[in-house]
């Protein structure tokens, strides 16, 4: 198991720690072959989602989002960004490789189990495709999770 992984689990939103851990630990058993999957990011401040956005725009870099501080469900602990790690050390973010060689993408392995449970893929999206990106949104956008935390902190009352 991988603690990094674990440990940013803990990070979300409560209403999906669990969920999460089961989702990660279905990953985990499902790749057999080079890769484990590793959650590179889940909840997210205001202030590191500006320092993100700023990227490709006023700081260099290549753009990696197109959501400003508050417009993401990362800082709402409601979404998960994934890498895989290869042999324990080396990052892939490979969607079509086969590592365990079981005729199934390692990758798509995980947005299955993923989408089995109800999240969001950003892989799926027509804009700005965001393959390592899964969100549950309960419903709500990020303009009403913003609006129901005034006041009251994280996390939101969902």
Request: net charge positive; hydrophobic share 40%; glycine share 8%.
């Amino acid at each position: 198991m991988d603690t990094i992984t674990l440990a940013r689990i803990e990070l979300l939103h409560p209403k999906l720690r669990a969920e999460a851990k089961e989702i990660y630990i279905a990953i985990y058993n499902a790749l057999k072959g080079r890769a484990a999957v590793r959650f590179t990011h889940t909840l997210r401040t205001i202030a590191e989602q500006d320092a993100l956005y700023a990227q490709g725009r006023s700081k260099p870099g290549k753009k990696v989002t197109n959501a400003k501080g508050g417009s993401s469900y990362h800082n709402y602990g409601l979404a998960i960004d994934i890498c895989l790690i290869l042999d324990g050390k080396e990052v892939s973010w490979d969607i079509s490789k086969d590592f365990d060689k079981d005729g199934i993408s390692d990758w798509m392995e995980a947005v299955a189990i993923f989408k089995s449970r109800g999240w969001e893929w950003g892989g799926d999206w027509a804009k700005f495709r965001d393959a390592p990106h899964f969100q549950k949104t309960f419903g709500k956008t990020t303009a009403q999770l913003k609006a129901m935390m005034k006041g009251s902190g994280y996390p939101a009352p969902l």
